[in-house]
Structures are given as C-alpha cells and as structure tokens.
C-alpha cells in the first residue's frame, strides 16, 4: 500500500499526487494535538486549519479516494505525525510515503529521519501550490547582490503575461501605480467611501466541532475559537474571493494603506488564510482580478496593486524563505534583544494605534498590512525587540500565519534584523505617518504633535533613538543617511533627552 500523506496547508485543489492514485492507495491526514501546541497559535486559526481538513478529507472520501484521518480527538494527545503514521503503517502495510514538497523547513529537514524511523521511505514532490518553483527563484537570484521585489514581480508579469498588453506593455503604461493609490486618512474622512460589508458566514457544523475542541485542547492559546469569521471550505473560500472582487477590488488601491479605527478590513481580500491553506490558488485570485478590469468592473490601479501583493510580494516572499533558510532564523544585524512589551497579548496600553492593533489581532487572528508593518512592526522595530521573540509573537497571533511567510517579513521586512537581503531600508516611522494614514491619534492619550514631555507621543523619541543607536550602520545609506545626518546634527542636550525619554518609556512597557 501506498499512502499520499497530505499536510494541513497544503489542500489544493487539483493534488497532483491523486491523479496517480489506485487501489493500492491510501490518503493520510492528520491532525497533530503536539504540532498545534508547538507555539501558543490563535484558537481562530487552529479551528480554520482543522475544520479546513476535515472537509477537505470528507471531499476526497465523497470523490471515492481511501482517506485514513486522525483527529485531535482520537488516541493519545501526545501522538504526533510519527506516532500516528507508524500505526498506519502497520495497520494498513504501507510500503512507502509520498507528499508535495513540505512549506515549512524544518518540515522538510525532519523527514529524512521520520523516515528511518518508520522503515518506510518518504518521497517529497514538486508542489504546485506557488506559481515559482524554489529553484527557479534560486536561479533568478544568483549572483544578484540585491533581490529586489520589483525586478521579480516584472519578470513575472512579462513571463506570464498577467496584465499585459498584446505588445509586451504593463497594461496603462506604468509598472507601478502606487502614485494613485496609498490616500491618506484625511481624504478617506472627506470622501468616506462606503464600505461593504463582508459576505454572511454561513452555518458550519464542522467548525462548530472543531472550534469547541480547540478551545477545550488549547485554553491558554489567544482568541476565542468560536470567532472565526471566515469560511473553512474551497466553495466557501471561492465565494470570498468573488466577493472580494465585486465589492471590494474597485477600492482596493487607494485605501491600501489607510487605517480607520473599527474598520478591520476596509477593502482588503482577507484571502491570505485561503491561499496559505491551500484552499484557493493565486492563478484564481490572479485572474479574477485581471478579468475584473478587462470587463471594466475595476480601475488599474486597484487591479494592479492587487496583483502587486499576490504575484509579486507573495511570490517575492516565498522564494526568499527557501533561499535563505536556514540562515535566516539566526540573522540579528541591528542586535535586538529587548524581550516582549508586557501587553503583547493583551493590548493594554496606551498607544491607541498599538492597543487597536494587538486587541484587533486578539479578536480577530487578522490586521491589514499597514498594521502589521506599520503600528505594530514599527513599534518592535524602534524599540528594539528581539526578533525571534517578535517573529513567535506574529507566527502565534495571526490565521494566515506560517513559517516560509512570517520568517521574512518579520526578521527582513520589519525588523531588518537581515541588514537588507531584500529591503533597501528599514520601514522605521514616528508620529507623522500615523497621523496622517490614520485616525487613531484623534483618541489616544498622547499627542502625536508634541514632541517632548509626558504627552508627547512615544514615536517620537523611540524614532530619534533608532537613529542615534544605529548611526554606523544607516549613515551611508543613500535612503536614510539624511536621517542620521539630522540626527548628528542635534545638541549633546537634546540627544541625551531624547535617548532618556525613550529609555524610560520603554522600561515602563516591560
Ligand atoms: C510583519 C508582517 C507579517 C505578515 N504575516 C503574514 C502572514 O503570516 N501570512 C500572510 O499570508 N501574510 C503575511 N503578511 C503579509 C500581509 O500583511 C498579509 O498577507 C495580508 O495583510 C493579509 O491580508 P489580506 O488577505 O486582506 O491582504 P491584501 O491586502 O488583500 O493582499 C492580498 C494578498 O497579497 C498577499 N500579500 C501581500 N503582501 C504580502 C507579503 N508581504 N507577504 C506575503 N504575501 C503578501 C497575501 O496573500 C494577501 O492575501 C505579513 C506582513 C508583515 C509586514
Ligand atoms: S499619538 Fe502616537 S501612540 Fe497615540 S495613536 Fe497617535 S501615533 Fe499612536
């Protein structure tokens, strides 16, 4: 017998691997109570991930395959992928494993060993889940001294022809809309676009089992199971997407980057957890957005932003993971080390961009990007948290949260703690860029206008002793030399005021 073991995020549509699949063979599925508690992952994306499989298996059992499935719930809570694949291996006489190329590293390193373990071999597969190959992307990137997401995203629109003109032109001429797009809060207030709602969430017996057991098997892990509010199928994940791009796409460039104090979504897809499962696939968001436009449902701008994020920064992304891991978990080059801030699961402080963000992550398992990069990563990044300490903080807290996603966009994008494999700078913002991009100064306890003293806003002085902390490093960099250069500029006095306030501020967030 033979069995195709298929990996929680890897439930695509389509699996290559069944195509071959006979009487002779079995699908495993299994739900891992020790890989659950691995990390303290949210309750909200535990249940999607789970309820996600169970249907998945219970489509493939209805298509006629032989599925073997273990649940939370059965046998022993200790019992992980080798305890549960041993026992079916004797139960069933399994001779060999097969699987898609894991997502995860350390996944992909473990099974040479699971595989002496058990006295079967495991075959791994090229997967089709990304639309670049690992080794395609290791061949775009060798010798280049610099990865630059842009080069990779407009080899990929020309190579695929995704919003191309018959010539071989970016549709409308330009590469890059972002001039159009990122308004800012204060246009938003004026315009007030109207925002549509999410689509109903039907009833779903499966998540509502999956969501009691998470929250009885994992208590002490963030969130409330029961609050999913996203759908656990592929009919449900599809009808999102179409969703998505009926309602929200149009609007989708321009408040990209805005953020509006209860609006969590605005006109973002939330369709990450969908991809990262492997419930929908990028060619569908891809072309769904490409058709949007060509059918004039939707502007350029908004379609090709979009198209921004899943061809190019997904991909981008994706491929980095796998060129630089392992190296990547061990990168530090700004030699952060300050532990978690007290409220990082709680939100209780009183920093309203922060609060809103983490309480949001908290309810939700879900922020936008300007959230994650901007309020939150800034934050970790100023105040010089350790970053294997944030990437567990931002692995555990979001639904669409895997290794080969957050590994670079926390440790490269956020933090730089990899010196700038694929960020020219550090994405490092005071008080301004909250302001202006959002609204939640308007009720938080300090005030972004003042610089110094007990109201001032904390962006402030964290921002300045960024600057003064990493002079060395950042004064020849032709982004942010000036920065430094203004920073070196300022009195011995007000240096030493700043770096105290900064100081004392985050002390008191320990
Ligand atoms: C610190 C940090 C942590 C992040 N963690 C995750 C994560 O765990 N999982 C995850 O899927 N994305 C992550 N992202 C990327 C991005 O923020 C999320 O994909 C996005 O917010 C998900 O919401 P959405 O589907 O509404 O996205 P939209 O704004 O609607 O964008 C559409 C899609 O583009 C893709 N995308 C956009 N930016 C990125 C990016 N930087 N990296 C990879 N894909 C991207 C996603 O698939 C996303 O669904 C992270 C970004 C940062 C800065
Ligand atoms: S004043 Fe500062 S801390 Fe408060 S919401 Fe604005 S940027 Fe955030």
């Keep these: 017998m033979r069995l195709i073991w298929i990996l929680g995020d890897q439930l695509i549509p389509d699996h290559p691997l069944l195509k071959t699949a006979d009487r002779h063979t079995a699908v495993g599925m299994i739900e891992s109570s020790p890989r659950g508690s691995h990390l303290r992952y949210h309750q909200q994306k535990l249940t999607l991930l789970y309820a996600a499989m169970r249907h998945h298996a219970a489509a493939l ?22 305890e549960v694949l041993k026992r079916w291996i004797q139960e069933n006489k399994i001779t060999e494993i097969h699987l898609l190329d894991p997502n995860e590293y350390d996944t992909a390193q473990s099974l040479p060993a699971l595989s002496k373990k058990l006295g079967v071999p495991i075959h791994c597969h090229r997967s089709p889940q990304f639309l670049v190959p690992r080794d395609d992307f290791a061949a775009w990137a060798k010798g280049k001294k610099h990865l630059l997401m842009e080069a990779h995203y407009r080899r990929l629109r020309t190579e695929k022809n995704i919003l191309m003109t018959p010539k071989g032109q970016p549709e409308g001429g330009d590469w890059n809309l972002d001039d159009q797009n990122r308004r800012t809060y204060r246009e938003f207030a004026k315009e007030r676009p109207k925002i549509p709602p999410l689509p109903p969430l039907e009833k779903d017996s499966v998540v509502q089992e999956v969501a009691a ?14 609050g999913l509010w996203v759908p656990a199928t592929r009919e449900g994940a599809l009808a999102w997407l179409k969703h998505f791009i009926r309602t929200r796409l149009g609007q989708f460039g321009p408040w990209e980057d805005t953020m509006v104090e209860g609006e969590a979504v605005l006109f973002h897809s939330v369709i990450s957890p969908f991809l990262n499962l492997g419930l929908i696939t990028p060619q569908e968001c891809l072309q769904a957005a490409e058709k949007a436009y060509r059918e004039g449902k939707a502007p350029l701008n908004s379609v090709e932003g979009f198209i921004r994020q899943v061809l190019g920064w997904r991909e981008f992304i994706h491929g980095l993971y ?33 609060s809103q963000a983490v309480t949001g992550a908290v309810d939700r398992a879900y922020n936008h990007h300007i959230q994650r990069l901007m309020v939150l990563g800034n934050y970790f990044l100023l105040g010089g948290y350790e970053p294997l300490a944030v990437l567990r903080w931002y692995t555990e807290m979001y639904f669409d949260a895997y290794d080969w996603v957050m590994v670079p966009n926390v440790l490269g994008m956020i933090l730089f703690a990899d010196g700038g494999w694929f960020a020219t700078k550090p994405y490092a913002a005071g008080a301004a860029y909250q ?6 100064c308007a009720s938080c306890r300090f005030d ?7 109201e001032a806003c904390p962006f402030h002085s964290l921002y300045w002793n960024f600057y003064g902390q990493h002079a060395t490093k950042f004064r020849s960099n032709p982004r942010i030399g000036m920065m430094v250069a203004m920073w070196e500029k300022k009195s011995a ?5 700043i770096r105290a306030e900064a100081e004392k501020f985050l002390k008191a967030q320990a």
Excluded: I
Aim: glycine share 10%; charged share 35%; aromatic share 10%.
């Design 213 to 226: 057991e998470v929250a009885k098997l994992f208590p002490d892990h963030p969130g409330k199971a029961a």
């Design 322 to 354: 796998w060129l630089k891991m392992p190296e990547y978990k061990k990168v530090n080059f700004l030699g952060a080390e300050r532990p978690l801030p007290r409220w990082a699961y709680d939100g209780k402080t009183d920093m309203r961009c922060v």
């Design 493 to 497: 006095a007000d240096k030493t005021r």
């Design 448 to 454: 972004p206008k003042q610089k110094e003293g007990p």
């Design 61 to 82: 059992k209805k298509s006629g395959q032989r599925v073997l499935y273990r649940r939370l719930t059965d046998g022993a809570r200790s019992d992980g992928y080798g």
């Design 435 to 440: 302001e202006k991009m959002g609204n939640h």
